[in-house]
Every structure is written in C-alpha cells, then in structure tokens.
C-alpha cells in the first residue's frame, strides 16, 4: 500500500505532514514553511485539477502543482 500524500487529499480534508520523497524537493518545500508535523487543508482545486492550494498550519495558502503536492506524505 501507498503512502497517502497531498495530492491525495479532497477538497477541505485535512492532513499533518510526515515525510517527502524527493530530496530536492523537499528543500523548496520546507523552504516554503511546509515542516513535518505541520497540517495541511486542502481548500482549492484549479478547473483542471492542476494546480491545488492547500493552507499550511492555518497561516497561509500554497499554490503547489500535482507532482508537487505527491512528494508530501501525511501521517
């Protein structure tokens, strides 16, 4: 079985980040304030379904693109 990620999320599902899978990705994500332990909420979904806006730790929303999003694992 899989790990859940971001990308799996639904609109206004809630999860708390664990891990990334991608080193260099997970550089520009914690960058951006996207810390284990900190929960993420799925709020927005672009027409197409690409690119998605999650809000981070009740502070701000993130603009990420799908590929983005699947390198993020929740708990």
Same mark, same amino acid.
């Given at each position: 079985? /899989? @790990?859940?990620?971001?990308?799996?999320? +639904?609109?206004?599902?809630?999860?708390?980040?664990?891990?990334?899978? $991608? +080193?260099?990705? /997970?550089?520009?994500?914690?960058?951006?304030?996207?810390?284990?332990?900190?929960?993420? +909420?799925? $709020?927005?979904? @672009?027409?197409?379904?690409?690119?998605?806006?999650? #809000?981070?730790?009740? /502070?701000?929303?993130? /603009?990420? +693109?799908? #590929?983005?999003?699947?390198?993020?694992?929740?708990?």
């Amino acid at each position: 079985m /899989s @790990a859940r990620t971001v990308s799996h999320l +639904r609109k206004g599902e809630k999860g708390v980040i664990k891990s990334f899978t $991608d +080193r260099a990705m /997970s550089l520009k994500l914690l960058e951006m304030g996207c810390l284990p332990g900190c929960e993420v +909420r799925l $709020d927005a979904i @672009a027409p197409f379904g690409d690119p998605i806006c999650i #809000n981070v730790g009740g /502070s701000y929303c993130l /603009s990420l +693109r799908l #590929n983005e999003a699947a390198v993020i694992e929740l708990e």
